[in-house]
C-alpha cells in the first residue's frame, strides 16, 4: 500500500508513507472497541483478507530456555521469584537440548522456533549461548525469536549477527495503567529496548495481555502504543492472562470473552498487516470462541502442548480444530 492509496480502515487521518495510520486516539480505539460486534467483525474481516489469505495461520512453538527466579515483579508471571507460584526455577538449557526440541517442533509444522528467558536482561556469558542456539535454530530452516528482557543497542546487534529473525518485548498493557502491573521496570525502558531491536534490523514482536482488570479505555491505549509506532511490529501478540495460583493477578474477574475478540479485532484493523497472534489463554478457550477470533483477523498461534510454563491445546486438539474451520499452516 502506498501514501496515496485510500486507507485500510474507516478513518479521515492523514497517512505516513506505508499507507498505515500512526495517530490513533484513546477515545478512536475505545470507539473501535465499542462498535456494534458484527460490524468490528466484519470490517477487521474485511481488512484481513486484504492483506492475508484467511483460511491460514501460522505456527510458532515456543520454549522457556531459562525457567524461573526472575527478580522483576510482573504481577501476572509465575516466574518472579517474588512469588510463591511452585515453579521450579532452573538454569539455562544446554545448546544440544534446546536444538532437539527446535527439531521436535519443526516435525510438529511449527515455522517460528520462540525461546524465552526468565531475565531482566542478559549477562554477556548467556548472550554467547543464545546466539549459539539461535545459529543451531536457524540451520534447521526454523524462524528464529527470542524474549530474553531488557536489551542494549549492543546486545540487539549481536543477536542479529546471530541470524535471529524476531525479538519478543511486549508492553504488556498500556502505559496509563502499567504501574497497577510492573513496578521494577518502566514503560519507558520497554521503548527503549524496541528501539535498539528495531535499530539493529531485527523484526519487531509485541503486544501485550488483557484480562488483567484493566478497561476497555486501557485495552485502547494498549493497542495505540503499538500501532502508532514508528513502525508497526511485524508479530502482535496478544495474551489473555493465564491466571497462575500464587501470582498477585490469581482470581482476579475473568475478562467477558467477547472483549477479547474485540482486542484481536481491533489490533487487526489498527495494525492491518501485521500477524496478530492468539496468544496465550487459549487452553481454557473453546473451539468456538479460537474461531471467532480467527474471524476477527488473528493468524497466528503458539502451537504445541506448553507455553513457557502454563500449558497450551496438544497439538491434536489444534489439528482438529484447524480441520474442521478448514484452516491451513501458514
Ligand atoms: N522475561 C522476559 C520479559 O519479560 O521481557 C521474557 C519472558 S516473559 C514470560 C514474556 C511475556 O509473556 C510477558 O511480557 C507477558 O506478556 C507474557 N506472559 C507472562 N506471563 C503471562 C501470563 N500468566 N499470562 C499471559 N501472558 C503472560
Ligand atoms: C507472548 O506474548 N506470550 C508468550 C511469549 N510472548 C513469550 C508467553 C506466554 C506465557 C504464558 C505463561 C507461561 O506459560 O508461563
Ligand atoms: Fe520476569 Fe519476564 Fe516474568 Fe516479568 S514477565 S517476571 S520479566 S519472566
Not at 75 to 96: G, H, V
Not at 236 to 257: K, R, S, W
Request: overall charge negative; aromatic content about 6%.
Amino acid at each position: 500500500m502506498t501514501a496515496v492509496e485510500a486507507c485500510s480502515c474507516s478513518c479521515s487521518a492523514a497517512h505516513p508513507a506505508d499507507g498505515f495510520r500512526r495517530d490513533w486516539t484513546v477515545p478512536e480505539a475505545a470507539a473501535l472497541l465499542g462498535r456494534p460486534f458484527s460490524d468490528l467483525i466484519h470490517e477487521a474481516q474485511t481488512i484481513h483478507r486484504q492483506y492475508f489469505d484467511p483460511n491460514r495461520v501460522q505456527l510458532s512453538q515456543l520454549l522457556s530456555i531459562k525457567t524461573g527466579g526472575c527478580p522483576e515483579d510482573c504481577k501476572y508471571c509465575p516466574q518472579s521469584a517474588r512469588y510463591d507460584t511452585e515453579l521450579e526455577a532452573d538454569k539455562l538449557m544446554e545448546i544440544e537440548a534446546v536444538l532437539r526440541e527446535a527439531r521436535a517442533a519443526k516435525e510438529n509444522g511449527a515455522t517460528r522456533f520462540c525461546m524465552g528467558a526468565a531475565w531482566r536482561s542478559p549477562k554477556e556469558r548467556d548472550l554467547d549461548k543464545v546466539c549459539a542456539m539461535v545459529e543451531g535454530v536457524k540451520g534447521l530452516g526454523l524462524e528464529t525469536c527470542v524474549t530474553l528482557g531488557m536489551l542494549d543497542a549492543a546486545q540487539a546487534r549481536r543477536l542479529k549477527a546471530a541470524g535471529l529473525d524476531y525479538y519478543n518485548h511486549n508492553i504488556d498493557t498500556a502505559p496509563e495503567f502499567y504501574g497497577e502491573i510492573i513496578s521494577t521496570r518502566t514503560f519507558a525502558d520497554r521503548l527503549d529496548t524496541l528501539g535498539h531491536v528495531r535499530a539493529a534490523g531485527l523484526n519487531v514482536c509485541c503486544g501485550g495481555i488483557v484480562g488483567m482488570g484493566e478497561g476497555r479505555e486501557h485495552r485502547a491505549g494498549m493497542l495505540i502504543a503499538l500501532a502508532n509506532m514508528p513502525k508497526h511490529p511485524e508479530s502482535v501478540p496478544i495474551n489473555m492472562l493465564v491466571q497462575v495460583e500464587g501470582t498477585p493477578l490469581f482470581g482476579e474477574d475473568a475478562l467477558d470473552p467477547f472483549e477479547f475478540v474485540r482486542t484481536i479485532a481491533a489490533a487487526r484493523i489498527m495494525m492491518p498487516a501485521s500477524l496478530v497472534r492468539l496468544s496465550a489463554g487459549r487452553e481454557a478457550m473453546s473451539d468456538e470462541l479460537q474461531a471467532l477470533c480467527f474471524l476477527a483477523g488473528a493468524n497466528s498461534i503458539f502451537y504445541g502442548e506448553k507455553l513457557l510454563t502454563t500449558p497450551n491445546p496438544a497439538e491434536g486438539r489444534d489439528a482438529r480444530l484447524f480441520a474442521r474451520l478448514g484452516v491451513e499452516p501458514l
